[in-house]
């Protein structure tokens, strides 16, 4: 959110999370970046937003999905409050195909980390959804699977307009 708001005058942020210390340490970021006026923090359950529909011009969730049990509520959440034309843009981590991909891409860049670093990246290595996976979601809500790219060696990102 601080960089879109540095990058484009115009843009405001609402940016939410469930986690109150996540929240507390979005208010010292933004305080120190002068963003007071341009980005406002709630606390709020992705896969119950408290927002009318269609409210949004942009909805954006990033390393969100591998944290919830049943992320099509999340997802469907982000498409009620997102107006008809407006953008959709998830990205998250992938699953990797193997342990022996899981433990190489652990490997590669988290090496350095302390071991509960390693731990939590492995963890959410393991929690993530795999392409096919998001692309039945996806399916399921109307929405091609074709916009559902792997955008790094752990990254998915699915972007869209949403349809009326």
Excluded at 108 to 120: F, I
Excluded at 124 to 145: C, F, P, V
Excluded at 147 to 152: F, G, R
Aim: with cysteine.
């Amino acid at each position: 959110p601080m960089l879109l708001c540095e990058q484009c005058d115009s843009v405001r942020v609402l940016a939410i999370d469930l986690s109150t210390n996540m929240l507390d340490m979005a208010s010292m970021n933004i305080h120190s970046a002068s963003l007071l006026d341009r980005i406002m923090l709630d606390r709020a359950d992705s896969k119950e937003l408290p927002y009318e529909d269609q409210r949004f011009d942009v909805v954006i969730a990033n390393s969100l999905i591998h944290h919830l049990p049943s992320p099509k509520l999340a997802i469907e959440q982000a498409i009620r409050v997102c107006r008809p034309g407006g953008l959709l843009f998830f990205r998250d981590l992938l699953r990797p195909e193997s342990e022996r991909q899981l433990l190489e891409l652990c490997e590669l860049h988290v090496a350095d980390a302390t071991d509960h670093g390693k731990k939590m990246f492995s963890e959410s290595l393991r929690a993530s959804l795999t392409l096919e996976e998001l692309g039945a979601i996806l399916s399921e809500l109307g929405y091609s699977e074709s916009d559902v790219q792997q955008t790094s060696d752990r990254h998915w990102t699915w972007s869209t307009t949403k349809s009326n």
